[in-house]
Nanobody
Framework: QLQFVESGGGLVQPGGSLRLTCEASGFTLDRNAVGWFRQAPGKEREGVSCISASSGYTHYADSAKGRFTISRDNAKNTVYLQMNSLNAEDTAVYYC????????????????????????WGQGTQVTVSS
């Protein structure tokens, strides 16, 4: 079965940091753009960040710019999301998804893009920011 395994979430205080890990299972990642997404209760899944297959291009949602950093290690079949300066609005289940092509699609950040252009979703990892 082709899917990701996300890990690294947890409970963190406002201003804290977490590093999320997304490991591909059953397929290799070196020809796929990969996105990190999140879904809060009652809300649609939204894009947080996206990285091209070669790591040459990275994209961030406005809410993530300056605080989050996406990276990948194709030799380890793994994508990371370093999250700093976390706040309560970052509380959500975080998922990663693979795109069929090497470059992130133009609609990567939208809920529509998440539904139509990414797949191989894992079970997600819960991030809770609370004091």
């Amino acid at each position: 079965q082709l899917q990701f395994v996300e890990s690294g979430g947890g409970l963190v205080q406002p201003g804290g940091s977490l590093r999320l890990t997304c490991e591909a299972s059953g397929f290799t990642l070196d020809r796929n753009a990969v996105g990190w997404f999140r879904q809060a209760p009652g809300k649609e899944r939204e894009g947080v960040s996206c990285i091209s297959a070669s790591s040459g291009y990275t994209h961030y949602a406005d809410s993530a710019k300056g605080r989050f950093t996406i990276s990948r290690d194709n030799a380890k079949n793994t994508v990371y999301l370093q999250m700093n300066s976390l706040n309560a609005e970052d509380t959500a289940v975080y998922y990663c998804g693979a795109h069929l092509r090497m470059m992130c699609p133009l609609n990567w950040a939208s809920s529509t893009g998440a539904r139509t252009d990414f797949g191989s979703w894992g079970q997600g990892t819960q991030v809770t920011v609370s004091s």
